[in-house]
């Protein structure tokens, strides 16, 4: 009875809301998250931790998750890459915490669906040059290693599609990869320990990788920690 009164109170919802964005011009909907990037430090992480408890709030609807404002989170992040990295680190921190939550989603294709956002600002973000002395890379991958180590809900499919991710970076990122070195390695490891032959297999070879034609690259930019 709890279950039904809750998809009715959001059927109801959804209705509502629909009914509310019909009469608002999509063009100045579009807008607003393209003119994120003027808004001020203090106001872009209210941004962000705003729009992420919406997609939460959507992704949590029972009978149909919505991914609206997943997307929009993504374009956001996108569009406010070129701040300075302090900044961008205080946005990103909500970002990652989402994306971890979205990874659990008992929907596996919302799941994907996150990993695959998360992959296309992680492929971004690396091609920027990271400043010495600092760690935002091992940051930055961080979502990844949560998501195979803290993350119980987690699907296989999922996991082993996060490993798949971070293989990939490490063929075609290895050279603009530094501090990002150290979380792949751990996530090299939680793959390992998965007991899971397809991911088992896809960590051996991304570690031989690593080991093989990475290895003066890893040498050269791995700190311990």
């Known amino acids: 009875e709890d279950r039904n009164r809750e998809c009715a109170r959001q059927a109801v919802e959804l209705v509502n809301s629909e009914s509310i964005v019909a009469q608002i011009d999509s063009a100045l909907i579009e807008r607003l998250f393209n003119k994120s990037t003027q808004l001020s430090q203090t106001a872009i992480v209210h941004f962000v931790t705003q729009l992420a408890r919406v997609s939460k709030e959507e992704l949590d609807l029972v009978e149909q998750p919505r991914i609206f404002s997943l997307q929009k989170l993504v374009e956001v992040a996108d569009y406010n890459m070129a701040r300075a990295r302090l900044d961008w680190q205080k946005i990103w921190r909500v970002l990652a915490k989402h994306f971890v939550e979205v990874a659990s989603h ?103 990788s690593v080991l093989g034609t990475n290895y003066e690259i890893l040498s050269e930019n791995f700190t311990d920690g």
């Open 106 to 208: 008992p929907n596996k294709d919302i799941g994907m669906y996150g990993i695959d956002s998360l992959r296309q600002l992680s492929s971004k973000f690396l091609d920027k040059e990271e400043l010495a002395n600092f760690q935002f890379q091992a940051e930055f991958l961080l979502p990844f290693e949560n998501i195979m180590v803290n993350s119980p809900g987690v699907s296989r499919d999922v996991k082993e599609y996060v490993v798949n991710i971070i293989a990939w970076m490490v063929e075609n990122k290895k050279k603009t990869i530094k501090s990002g070195w150290k979380t792949v390695l751990h996530i090299i490891r939680a793959a390992a320990q998965e007991n899971f032959e397809p991911i088992e297999n896809a960590a051996f070879n991304m570690f031989e």
